[in-house]
């Protein structure tokens, strides 16, 4: 007892004292440090986040009067601005005042009065103009930027990739109405409706001589079979292999156009409805998918899909949010799935195709808009309405690409047949269509954690209640420093084993493998009865406690029996090999590294944290409890299963959640025992991909910044919060297990 008063206290007892205080106050400080630093991670996270769901902003700029524009352009730094009039006439103009630095007439003053105007694929900036005399030409913008010094100066050019010369479409005195195409470097297509009703498609091709480096145009003209009178849009893909013709009635026709001499009638559907009209139809980054627009505002989106007999089907993958009047313009972005739409009341809306997001709606100022567009880099945007009057936006929209159902929904991507869960955050294309899809990835994780701990409880769990309270204190002292020493095994080693030495095994070994699962169990049930059968005196030459030495021998020679047998069983019923079997009887497909492996390496790893957690729980049992249940009469099992499992059950629940939190977790077994697939299939024979192993695969390729670099933040935070909700629950359990047997 320590006196009251402190100066009563000897020396020592002051020194004791202070140590109880001092070591009091530095657990408080590591305790709540640690707290910090766990708030700190989740905020930073937070902040990483954010940004992905931050709306996007559209304001106006500038806007000035330059006379009415059929379509409308920006340079990549949205200063310099490009028109073509209706009647032909082009411009370049200074995107801030609208100040104009050069113009001239589109085509040759030879070919007629221009009567139709068409933009191309933006990337491309090439323009299409038909005349009224039936002739068509084919231009082509380029912004040459250059730095004197520390000023960026853009210089525009108007150029003629296929030669200034005009050709003819339709016969002479039947006006082109309407008009599209595309061109490449070596070829180019154009695809016209005459007034007289004719749909005619010309082919330009660019030819080399390679002689004299000459260079010549072979031109084919071919009349698809057509009733042009009823067509009121036209839309050619970028790769000039697809056309599409929207009627008035609603009707859009789809043609394979790869073989311009045999134009193909791929499929026809009725896109909107008899009732009412498209006016707008324009492609998307990439020229796969169609977003049509009708005179109620309805925003939709189409593109072919294969069916089961490899036909091409247009289907409608999509609806957007409306505009409150009737679409008049669609202008798409130039590297992503985001689109603008205005209507006939200048509401300006802003969209992304993939997220099936509705980002934002502002109002332009402008009746009756005519043009539209965006710059390369989908940061400004610029419009032109009938009565000439122009108006620029800036836009700031990072993130389109991600929404709550594109991260955890089921998307229908382009070139697939149905929507699906996909994560594949990049492509060689320019025009990619990002799949950010959360969800294969948390499966993966669950999938891997679920497996393996099926494997490593039984395992740990029991080896522990056999160790604390079966086995004899001489071998225990050797057992459990022996297990608690693979917790030291580097994870990595693990994994390179699993992946260089497991897979190839378990995949020659797949039958033995699989025997292996109830026969060495239950040779070490047989062995033991066996051992008990036998007389006292053959007994007696295992010591008490030593048991499981003998047992040693036995599992291992079950092992090799059973891969011996498996072997043999392949080679009778299986035609020599299971996974082949299993594939062409089953449609079961065997990936080397696959999620059997994956369990049981990240179970190896798990096991040595969970044995020595509820080992330690178990010999911690007080010795009265089971001194007491032994002297009622309880069998040493009985005793083991009533008293000692239930009032060490809550260090042994805490030992599985803290496996379970470190199978969730595991990086580099995951990373290198499986093939990294993104999938979401329970078999044990396909592999998968963990959130953890995603983010340290793809983290050092991201950019800072992008929505990539942020979605990989997100899956953090979720394996962050994963964790902590499992974790959490799990105190509360333990906590409940406790109270409840604690009065034993």
């Not at 020194?15 to 700190?40: E, N, P, Q, T, Y």
């Not at 005619?200 to 079979?225: F, G, H, K, P, W």
């Not at 043609?255 to 009209?277: E, M, T, Y």
């Not at 009756?368 to 710059?375: D, G, H, I, K, N």
Request: hydrophobic fraction near 50%; charged fraction near 15%; aromatic fraction near 10%.
């Amino acid at each position: 007892m320590i006196p009251a008063n402190r100066a009563d206290l000897s020396s020592r007892e002051r020194w004791r004292l202070l140590k109880d205080r001092l070591f009091a106050a530095v657990m408080a400080v590591g305790g709540i440090s640690v707290i910090v630093a766990i708030l700190l991670i989740f905020f930073y996270l937070l902040y990483v986040v954010l940004p992905l769901f931050r709306d996007a902003t559209v304001k106006p700029t500038a806007s000035f009067e330059q006379g009415a524009a059929a379509a409308i352009a920006l340079d990549e730094y949205a200063q310099t601005g490009f028109s073509i009039a209706p009647d032909g006439h082009y411009q370049f103009f200074k995107a801030g005042d609208g100040s104009v630095i050069a113009g001239g007439e589109l085509l040759p003053a030879g070919a007629g009065k221009v009567s139709a105007v068409a933009a191309g694929d933006p990337v491309s900036h090439v323009y299409v103009a038909g005349t009224g005399d039936g002739n068509v030409g084919i231009a082509q913008v380029s912004f040459e930027v250059k730095f004197e010094g520390q000023t960026r100066v853009v210089t525009p050019k108007l150029g003629y990739p296929f030669g200034e010369q005009v050709q003819r479409a339709t016969p002479a005195g039947d006006a082109i109405r309407l008009i599209t195409g595309q061109a490449s470097d070596e070829e180019a297509t154009i695809a016209v409706v005459s007034a007289q009703g004719k749909v005619v498609l010309i082919n330009a091709t660019r030819q080399t001589s390679m002689l004299d480096e000459s260079v010549s145009v072979e031109v084919t003209r071919t009349e698809l079979d057509v009733d042009g009178s009823k067509i009121s849009q036209l839309a050619l893909d970028n790769q000039q292999r697809e056309l599409y013709l929207a009627g008035s009635d609603g009707v859009l026709s789809y043609f394979d156009v790869r073989n311009k001499a045999k134009p193909q009638l791929v499929d026809r559907a009725s896109v909107i409805g008899d009732a009412h009209h498209i006016t707008a139809m324009s492609f998307l980054s990439g020229g796969i998918s169609l977003v049509i627009g009708d005179d109620l505002g309805n925003l939709t989106q189409w593109f072919p899909v294969r069916d089961q007999h490899n036909n091409s089907q247009l289907k409608r993958v999509r609806r957007f949010a409306p505009l409150p009047a009737g679409v008049t313009a669609i202008a798409p972005e130039y590297f992503r799935k985001g689109f603008l739409a205005v209507d006939a009341k200048g509401n300006l809306g802003l969209y992304h195709a993939t997220a099936e997001r509705h980002l934002t709606t502002v109002a332009s100022g402008l009746d009756e808009v005519a043009a539209l567009s965006m710059a390369p880099r989908a940061n400004a945007a610029v419009l032109a309405s009938k009565s000439g009057k122009v108006a620029l936006f800036a836009i700031d929209n990072p993130h389109p690409e991600v929404s709550f159902k594109a991260l955890w929904n089921q998307i229908w991507y382009e070139n697939r047949a149905h929507p699906d869960y996909i994560w594949q955050s990049s492509s060689a294309s320019n025009d990619f269509e990002p799949k950010f899809s959360l969800t294969p990835l948390t499966f993966g994780t669950l999938k891997a954690a679920i497996y393996s701990m099926i494997f490593a409880v039984p395992l740990a769990v029991l080896g522990a209640i056999y160790t604390a309270y079966f086995m004899s204190a001489p071998m225990r002292r050797i057992v459990k420093p022996s297990i608690e020493l693979m917790a030291a095994l580097p994870t990595v080693i693990l994994g390179f084993l699993a992946g260089l030495w497991l897979a190839p095994l378990v995949e020659r070994e797949l039958l033995g493998v699989l025997l292996c699962i109830p026969v060495v169990p239950a040779s070490t049930l047989l062995f033991s009865y066996l051992l008990s059968r036998l007389p006292q005196r053959v007994k007696g030459l295992i010591p008490d406690g030593w048991e499981a030495l003998a047992l040693v021998p036995v599992v291992i020679f079950a092992i090799w029996a059973n891969f011996m047998v498996g072997r043999a069983l392949e080679v009778m019923f299986f035609d020599g090999s299971v996974t082949h079997w299993l594939t062409v009887n089953y449609g079961i497909g065997y990936d080397q590294r696959n999620s059997l492996v994956v369990a049981i390496a990240i179970g190896f790893a798990v096991i040595p944290t969970i044995f020595s957690i509820s080992e330690d729980a178990v010999f911690s049992v007080p010795r009265h409890l089971t001194m007491g249940s032994l002297a009622l009469g309880a069998t040493p099992w009985q005793t083991a299963i009533k008293v000692v499992l239930l009032t060490a059950s809550p260090g042994i629940f805490s030992g599985i959640m803290i496996g379970m939190g470190r199978a969730v977790g595991e990086t580099m077994i995951v990373l290198m025992a499986t093939g990294n697939t993104p999938i979401m299939d329970l078999s044990l024979f396909q592999g998968l991909r963990a959130l953890s192993a995603n983010i340290a695969v793809e983290m050092p390729e991201s950019e800072v910044g992008s929505s990539h670099y942020r979605v990989l933040f997100l899956a953090a935070m979720v394996l962050f919060l994963v964790t902590f909700i499992v974790n959490t629950m799990a105190e509360l359990v333990r906590q409940r297990l406790r109270k409840k047997y604690s009065s034993l």
